[in-house]
């Protein structure tokens, strides 16, 4: 393999893609490789799908860079009028970014923005939750509850206060799930009171957890009080749906499992499909015109609303309707779901299986009783994915605890996965188990998973 001038996370290389389509990846030695991951959970519509392209062409023969500050384009108007129109009702205002750390922050700094201009200057704390992942971006980082995201900067941010996320599943009380969920959403209002009210600008969360908690789902009793308390205090709430938004639940925003109404919501990931750099701030209108009253966002980017990345966003929502793929998402999802519990027969040592839609993770632990995680010196995260990716299937992992110990995996595959393809995926996912366990002295039950 020839030298790379490229550096990025880690110092690892991998084979050189050739093409994509569909679910499928394939390497440059004709390789074949499931993409049961969606990338980073991106690529919701699959790869190389001929109708955004062929859209991503059209505008390319009209024109591929218009600055904001000196054109409007139709691209990005159809998509914001299509975007505002899947929002909850009143946050029909959008701010078009490049990804997801962009859109986040976008997010931190026109909650700022707007308490500085109404009256609310001594509101700038923003709480979150421990294990948290919202970007890579300084505020973004500000917000993220992931030691080793947050260490190496630490001086050179200001670090927001955290509350623990509703790990339910670790507890060992007699609460009810629901008493639960009630007891972790305590913690906010706490929170609030010890940083003082007055000084709490806003609490960010993603609906359904991401890569920091692997696909956590609190109780329902949870979103409604987190709802209840932002409201009795004045804080703003914002869903960080990059990985949950369009569609990869079973609904376009996760947020609308609980009837959850934000006043600030940011996606990415899915939103465009990987098929260009794009993502999509919606703020409630009230929000947008205090600040916009007074001198405008004082924010931006210039690629924010780019006409070629417009265009393939709004030809990716185009599929997602005409596939279906958000009812796909639910029902592939709940067999997918229900297809990895049934791992949990053969292998002991898979503690938990949960998410929502094609948003699905399983963690692996010592001992599901007392749900003691992997010795961190296995390095579980990092074999079994290894395991799998010899195989041609990808995964993706991290540590469950904060980053530090704990080991999960997400299976997301695009949301046009058919039932075949379920089970070419558990059939790779068993084998990659099976080659890990031995590797790792873990026990194995004789039942196959059906």
């Known amino acids: 393999m020839s030298e790379s001038h490229l550096f990025y996370q880690t110092a690892s290389r991998r084979p050189r893609v050739a093409r994509a389509e569909g679910i499928y990846l394939w390497d440059t030695n004709g390789k074949r490789y499931i993409d049961a991951s969606s990338g980073p959970m991106v690529s919701n519509i699959g790869h190389s799908n ?24 139709d691209a990005a108007e159809l998509l914001a009028a299509k975007t505002a129109s899947l929002m909850p009702e009143g946050l029909d205002r959008i701010f078009f970014v490049s990804g997801g ?15 500085f201009v109404s009256g609310q200057r001594a509101r700038w704390k923003v709480i979150s939750l421990f294990p948290s992942y919202h970007g890579s971006t300084l505020g973004a980082v500000a917000v993220t509850g992931m030691h080793q ?23 060992h009380d ?54 209840l308390i932002c409201r009795e205090y004045g804080v703003l709430l914002i869903a960080d749906e990059v990985m949950t938004g369009a569609g ?10 609980w009837a959850l109404k934000p ?35 004082a924010h931006g980017y210039t690629y924010a609303g780019n006409p070629l990345a417009c265009a393939a966003g709004f030809a990716v929502l185009e599929e997602v309707e005409r596939q279906q793929l958000i009812e796909n998402a639910a029902t592939r999802g709940a067999r997918l779901k229900s297809m990895l519990q049934g791992l949990m027969d053969r292998y002991p040592f898979i503690g938990d299986v949960r998410g929502k839609g094609l948003l699905l993770a399983f963690e692996l632990v010592t001992d599901r ?13 990092i074999k079994l994915v290894e395991e799998a990716y ?10 469950t605890r904060g980053g530090t110990i704990g080991d999960h995996f997400m299976v997301c595959p695009p949301l046009i996965v058919s039932d075949a393809d379920l089970y070419d995926i558990l059939q790779l996912l068993t084998e990659s188990l099976d080659a890990f366990a031995k590797s790792s002295g873990l026990p194995i039950n004789s039942a196959r998973p059906a």
């Open 369 to 381: 009783d007392s749900m003691e995680p992997l010795p961190a010196e296995l390095n579980a995260h």
């Open 101 to 115: 750390s962009e859109c986040v922050e976008s997010c931190l700094k026109l909650a700022r923005q707007y308490a």
């Open 149 to 171: 995201f947050v260490e190496p900067f630490r001086e050179m941010i200001r670090v927001m206060p955290k509350i623990p996320a509703a790990t339910c599943y670790l507890d």
């Open 263 to 297: 006043d600030i919501i940011a996606m990415a990931k899915g939103f465009a499909a990987g098929y260009a750099p794009l993502g999509a701030m919606a703020a409630h209108r009230d929000i947008v015109a205090a600040v916009m009253e007074h001198g405008g966002f």
């Open 174 to 227: 007699e609460l009810t799930h629901e008493e639960r969920g009630l007891r972790y959403a305590g913690l906010l209002r706490e929170e609030i009171k010890r940083q003082g009210p007055e000084s709490v600008l806003a609490f960010i969360m993603e609906p359904v957890g991401g890569a920091s908690t692997g696909a956590l789902i609190a109780p329902d009793s949870w979103y409604r009080e987190i709802q």
């Open 390 to 399: 010899r195989r041609g299937l990808i995964i993706y992992s991290r540590r």
């Open 248 to 257: 990869r639940t079973g609904r376009f925003l996760a947020s609308e499992h």
């Open 50 to 73: 001929p109708h955004v392209l062929a859209a991503m062409k059209k505008q390319m023969d009209r024109a591929t860079f218009a600055y904001r500050l000196h054109f409007e384009n």
